[in-house]
């Protein structure tokens, strides 16, 4: 009898855990609340145009970075979805003047030069932080007693490499994002380089991100999101795994039992859905953790980690704005930055610049002569749009917030008009909420300036045969955590019964 794993949730990282699971020779199943699979990972289509909701760049699309091994094993990345690496990878457009961030170092390095000379010292700065991070990748690591035949292992060339970053670590780490940009004298640049990561993270790893992108990785999966989970899922299922769509995980069932040295201890034995019970050995819960250890068991979970989860979780907020306008765009830009000459607020947040991804070039994206446009405001307001909710002005909000954006819009781009857009959508963090059942909708986690690079252990103490996976694990969270974590739940499993990993 195949030992049987229950994983709750069918997002990047329960369709991870999922296909090494079978591959590893469980019976696994994954349980999803919604009617589909991806989680975040997202997009969808109204009117006719597709808004891709879940991935601007995926970490590990390189196959020179360690990462990419997952995403291949995973089945994630494919023939069917090769990897564009956009270049340049944003474009500042303001009026006549444009600023490229160019994937080429020394090209972007000369045009910054020209452009704000000024500026000398801090771009040569920049670059030289860029370069020194050129050779730093996440972490891969096996957890320790696995049986493998393909373990991980960073090499002393590997490590030596990156020598020169840890050497700065501690520099950025401390120093925030907005500090780091604010030396910088030129208005443009400082509003180009304000596009990459949301403004409350540390210079780290607004420096990681560039250093990623200008090392030729971070490109993007055509098909997107979708394309990535469903090549992800029809591994799965190939493999022999079994998802079960529109039910959700009410709680974890344990039992007490007395281990061989005498100790009490708990160990899972089912899992409750609003559908029924199901038995299992072991559950990966790839539920946003700091949700899970809140609601999932009997009583909260108290073990070490979980207080300083409940302490240090600063969510990545967003509204999601998508536009399908009845205009051909391709003539401008993949990734636009427009610089604001006065800030514009929305939702009680203000902000300096807009960042748009247009996706006029991507055939099957919209209607004939059709384009999407889409945004991201990252900002803090989960309250504000809970309050709306609670006062009866959501909708109301929503739709003024993208009224607001289309004239913001139309000042940069006169294609886009009040009439020319078929449609809009907006996500709060309350979609993602409700969607994903996400602590307070975010996505990621906020790296903040002077903090600890927070790693959570997958475990809990005395709790046998439960392990978490997710965005939430390690700081800052996104798809490489998710799919990594995926695989080390399954490592963990696999080690606690004394299995091989495959
Ligand atoms: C607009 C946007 C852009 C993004 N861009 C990027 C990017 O460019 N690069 C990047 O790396 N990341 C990006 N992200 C973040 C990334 O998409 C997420 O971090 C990642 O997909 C999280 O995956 P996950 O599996 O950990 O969690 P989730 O996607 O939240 O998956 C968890 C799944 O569990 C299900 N679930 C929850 N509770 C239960 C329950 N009790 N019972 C049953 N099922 C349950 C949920 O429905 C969900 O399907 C972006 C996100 C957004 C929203």
């Not at 950025?172 to 400082?190: A, H, M, P, Q």
């Not at 886009?416 to 449609?423: D, F, G, I, N």
């Not at 927070?454 to 998710?482: C, D, S, W």
Request: net charge positive; charged share 25%; hydrophobic share 35%.
């Amino acid at each position: 009898m195949k030992k049987k794993i229950i994983i709750v949730g069918a997002g990047i990282s329960g369709l991870s855990a999922g296909v090494y699971a079978v591959r590893s020779g469980f019976d696994a199943e994954i349980i999803e609340q919604h009617f589909t699979f991806g989680g975040f990972s997202t997009s969808w289509k109204r009117k006719g145009y597709y808004f891709e909701g879940g991935m601007h760049w995926l970490t590990g699309s390189s196959p020179k970075v360690p990462l990419n091994r997952v995403w291949k094993e995973t089945g994630a990345l494919q023939e069917n979805n090769p990897v564009e690496n956009r270049d340049p990878f944003y474009t500042l457009i303001d009026g006549e003047k444009k600023l490229r961030f160019w994937r080429d170092l020394n090209r972007f390095k000369t045009e910054l030069l020209e452009f704000a000379p000024e500026d000398k010292k801090n771009i040569k700065k920049l670059c030289s932080d860029i370069k020194a991070f050129r050779h730093v990748n996440m972490p891969m690591r096996d957890v320790k007693g696995l049986k493998t035949k393909h373990p991980c292992k960073l090499t002393i060339s590997q490590t030596l490499a990156m020598l020169p970053a840890g050497l700065r670590y501690f520099r950025l780490k401390n120093t925030s994002y907005l500090d780091y940009i604010g030396k910088f004298k030129n208005e443009t640049v400082r509003h180009l380089l304000l596009s990459i990561v949301g403004h409350r993270y540390n210079a780290l790893s607004f420096i990681y991100t560039m250093s990623s992108i200008a090392t030729g990785d971070s490109g993007f999966p055509l098909g997107g999101s979708i394309r990535m989970a469903q090549n992800m899922l029809d591994t799965f299922l190939s493999l022999g795994g079994k998802i079960t769509y529109s039910t959700k995980v009410e709680k974890i069932i344990t039992e007490k039992f007395i281990d061989k040295n005498k100790n009490e201890k708990q160990k899972v034995v089912a899992i409750k859905t609003d559908k029924g019970e199901i038995k299992c050995d072991s559950v990966i819960v790839t539920q946003d953790t700091r949700v899970a250890i809140d609601n999932l068991f009997e009583e909260k979970i108290e073990t070490d980690w979980a207080p300083r989860m409940r302490k240090n979780v600063t969510g990545s907020e967003n509204v999601f704005v998508a536009l399908g306008v009845k205009a051909d765009l391709s003539h401008y830009p993949y990734s636009m930055v427009f610089p604001l000459k006065e800030k514009i607020e929305f939702a009680e947040n203000e902000f300096s610049e807009l960042r748009i991804y247009n996706y006029a070039k991507y055939s099957g994206f919209a209607p004939e002569g059709g384009t999407p446009l889409t945004c991201i405001l990252l900002a803090p307001y989960y309250d504000y749009w809970k309050k709306a909710k609670l006062d009866g002005t959501y909708k109301e909000k929503k739709d003024a917030l993208a009224q607001k954006f289309i004239e913001a819009v139309s000042k940069f781009i006169p294609e886009v008009t009040k009439e020319s857009v078929e449609v809009y959508d907006v996500a709060t963090p309350l979609t993602y909420e409700r969607y994903c059942s996400a602590y307070q909708g975010s996505w990621m986690s906020i790296w903040k300036p002077r903090t600890s690079r927070f790693h959570y252990p997958q475990t809990i103490k005395n709790l046998e045969g439960v392990y978490f996976a997710g965005q939430r694990i390690m700081i800052p969270g996104g798809l490489p955590i998710a799919v990594y974590t995926g695989r080390r739940a399954v490592q963990l499993v696999c080690r606690d019964n004394d299995v091989e990993f495959v």
